[in-house]
Nanobody
Framework: QVQLVESGGGLVQAGDSLRLSCAAS????????MGWFRQAPGKEREFVAVISRSGGNTWYADSVKGRFTISRDNAKNTAFLQMNSLKPEDTAVYYC???????????????WGQGTQVTVSS
């Protein structure tokens, strides 16, 4: 089993930056691809970014490409999401996930964190 805990969310203004962290415990996540998803009120959970096991490959949703950066530190069992130039439409609960398939589909991820709220005011 893998337990994931997100942190770093908060209330910011448009144009600001935030860095989310996802700390894993239990089994090591070095063999798992790590993804970030988000869910706004009344909307389905949507893909944000994924990073491969080694960190050598990344994939972003078009809506965040060029503004967000996903990274990981396998030695510390932690993944990160650096979010720059935040927009009000980025407001959502952000979830970290781990899984064995490198996909943008939340259904293929095996482990999920509890989420952290990100609110961007205009």
């Amino acid at each position: 089993q893998v337990q994931l805990v997100e942190s770093g969310g908060g209330l910011v203004q448009a144009g600001d930056s935030l860095r989310l962290s996802c700390a894993a415990s239990g089994r090591t996540v070095s063999r798992q691809h790590m993804g970030w998803f988000r869910q706004a009120p009344g909307k389905e959970r949507e893909f944000v970014a994924v990073i491969s096991r080694s960190g050598g490959n990344t994939w972003y949703a078009d809506s965040v490409k060029g503004r967000f950066t996903i990274s990981r530190d396998n030695a510390k069992n932690t993944a990160f999401l650096q979010m720059n130039s935040l927009k009000p439409e980025d407001t959502a609960v952000y979830y970290c996930a781990a899984g064995g398939i490198y996909r943008d589909d939340p259904r293929v991820y095996d482990y999920w964190g509890q989420g952290t709220q990100v609110t961007v005011s205009s």
